[in-house]
């Protein structure tokens, strides 16, 4: 079972920029949809991006459209958010993910079966 493990969260000022990463021990990570998911305090785990195994395709939601970035780079087993212009709705637990192989979907935690165990990512307004 790969283990995933976040880096690069911390405490910023709104507008500045964090960028995120996501390692595997054990797995290669290559042949997997693979994304970012947030939980901000006393709201439901969101959808933030995914990228597909290639990374010829990539899903984001609406709300970091055009600020984040997801990327991956195959070679180094890690998956990337750069996330730019932050905001202070960006609060939240970010956590790494691995698509299950039966997904038929992005946008559902329920579509994911491995998870790492998240990194803070705190915007001050």
């Known amino acids: 079972q790969a283990q995933l493990i976040e880096s690069g969260g911390g405490l910023v000022q709104a507008g500045d920029s964090l960028r995120l990463s996501c390692t595997s021990s054990?797995?290669?990570?290559?042949?997997?949809?693979l994304g970012w998911f947030r939980q901000a305090p006393g709201k439901e785990r969101e959808f933030v991006a995914a990228?597909?195994?290639?990374?010829?395709?990539?899903y984001y939601t609406e709300s970091v459209e055009g600020r984040f970035t997801i990327s991956r780079d195959n070679a180094k087993n890690t998956v990337y958010l750069q996330m730019n212009s932050l905001k202070s709705e960006d609060t939240a637990i970010y956590y790494c993910v691995k698509q299950s192989v039966h997904a038929l979907g992005y946008y559902n935690p329920g579509e994911y079966d491995v998870w790492g165990q998240g990194t803070q990512v705190t915007v001050s307004s």
């Open positions: 990228i597909i195994w290639n990374g010829v395709k990539t």
């Open positions: 054990g797995r290669t990570l290559s042949s997997y949809t």
